[in-house]
């Protein structure tokens, strides 16, 4: 069975990710990001997916580099 992830708005999903809710709605037109939308005009945007955009831009550091 598949678990549901929780689902955050534009502002909880910008303030996860550190950015402006305008940056987020910028990604989200350029289809950088993917959206649920559960009726009308409200976005919202899944839990893994903030998970998946901070896992691509995670950067693993290298040992004995300065």
């Known amino acids: 069975m598949q678990t549901r992830?929780?689902?955050l708005?534009?502002?909880?999903?910008a303030q996860e990710l550190?950015?402006?809710?305008?940056?987020?709605?910028?990604?989200?037109?350029?289809?950088?990001?993917t959206v649920v939308?559960?009726?009308g005009w409200s976005i919202r945007?899944?839990?893994s997916e903030?998970?998946?955009i901070v896992a691509e831009a995670t950067?693993?550091?290298v040992e004995g580099r300065r």
Do not use: D, Q
């Open 50 to 52: 903030i998970e998946r």
């Open 18 to 33: 550190s950015v402006k809710p305008k940056t987020l709605r910028a990604w989200i037109g350029a289809k950088r990001v």
């Open 45 to 47: 945007i899944p839990a």
């Open 9 to 13: 708005t534009i502002t909880e999903a």
């Open 5 to 7: 992830s929780k689902l």
């Open 37 to 39: 939308r559960p009726g």
């Open 59 to 61: 950067i693993t550091a």
